[in-house]
């Protein structure tokens, strides 16, 4: 039950720093705003994603066995998939074929890869 618990709190956290980060760009590049402004607004999505990141960490350590066997397989696999595309990435970044992207667009394609190698070895074991 306490796990259930920490993930919602994960799950409400990451939701909350989604929402910061639209309203962080939606204030830096919607407004005319002194520089020192604009770095104060930059560091508001690290408090809830610093948050998400604790709850994450106590949903760790309250579970199981089977659960910390999914997860570490699924850090690993997320880490070769992110190791293959992202050298496919640059490559064709350098040779002009894509266009260069946000830091925040990487961000979010590995948190994605991580969703799909979670739900993957999930089912594999279950």
Known sequence: MKHQK???KFIGYMMFFIVILQFTYTMGDSFELHTTTKILISFLPIVPFTLALIAFTNMVKQGDEMFKKILSEAFILTGY???VWTMNL???QR???IPYFSIYFVFFIIFITFIFSY???YKRYN
């Open 6 to 8: 920490l993930k919602n």
């Open 81 to 83: 998939i992110t190791l």
């Open 90 to 92: 640059g490559l064709l």
């Open 95 to 97: 040779f002009d074929v």
């Open 119 to 121: 739900g993957l070895i």
